[in-house]
């Protein structure tokens, strides 16, 4: 079975603080992806990346960077978090971007800045 | 514009049937994903179309039709432990955006 560690299953951080989540998964999956879930919204991407040190923008990158120095760990990195950035984060990876290949999530990090 | 509709919140009884519609568009298209996510855990994965039809998994099912952009997940033998959202999700042509619907809440009644 597939598994999608996140390390913090809450946070609180501070307005301004640099905020790091980290994601690893156990399948030697070549993309990665970081969402975040919003009540109303759905999921929404930020980035995702399909080789290692490679990182594409999704929809929401505004605020986020990210890094992918090996190919089981994916970084989300809020340089300033803000009160908008409050939310419930999921990393997902799959094993390819091929016909049915679904995504693979973590359990969240429910993030709260205050 | 990119945009996955679905019901916000659908009630059914135990034992019942019941179908959770999806419409969307999309600029490409790839497959659609249906997952399921209890509170506070994440999404799993229920079933993927990509082709026109009736997929069949057990007790659930999900059927796609490309040319009206309209995707439903039927859910047979209702059991309380299916009350959770659903969230329909479609993969972009080039394979690595999947674009989620809002998802919705199926609560199983007694």
């Known amino acids: 079975d597939v598994k999608v560690t996140q390390s913090s299953r809450y946070l609180v951080k501070r307005t301004g603080e640099k905020v790091f989540l980290e994601c690893v998964q156990d399948?030697?999956?070549?993309?990665m992806f970081w969402y975040r879930q919003d009540p109303g919204l759905g999921l929404r991407l930020i980035y995702f990346?399909?080789?290692?040190?490679?990182?594409e923008k999704g929809d929401i990158p505004e605020g986020y960077s990210v890094s992918r120095e090996k190919k089981e760990r994916f970084s989300l990195i809020l340089e300033s978090a803000s009160t908008s950035q409050t939310s419930m984060y999921l990393c997902?990876?799959?094993?390819?971007?091929?016909?049915?290949?679904?995504?693979?999530f973590g359990n969240g990090t429910r993030l709260t800045v205050t | 514009g990119q945009n996955i509709d679905q019901p916000t919140e659908m009630t059914a009884t135990e034992g019942a049937i019941v179908q959770i519609n999806c419409t969307y568009q999309?600029?490409?298209?790839?497959?659609l994903f249906w997952y399921q996510q209890h509170a506070g855990e994440a999404p799993t994965f229920l079933s993927y179309?990509?082709?026109?039809g009736l997929e069949e998994k057990g007790r659930f099912s999900s059927f796609l039709s490309r040319s009206k952009g309209y995707s439903y997940l039927l859910l047979k033998e209702l059991q309380m432990k299916d009350s959770a959202s659903y969230l329909c999700?479609?993969?972009?042509?080039?394979?690595?955006?999947?674009?989620f619907g809002a998802g919705t809440r199926l609560f199983v009644k007694a």
């Open positions: 997902a990876s799959s094993f390819s971007r091929g016909l049915g290949s679904p995504l693979h």
């Open positions: 399948m030697d999956h070549e993309n």
């Open positions: 990346s399909y080789d290692v040190k490679m990182k």
């Open positions: 999309t600029s490409g298209f790839n497959g």
């Open positions: 179309n990509v082709l026109d």
């Open positions: 999700a479609v993969r972009n042509t080039g394979g690595f955006k999947t674009i």
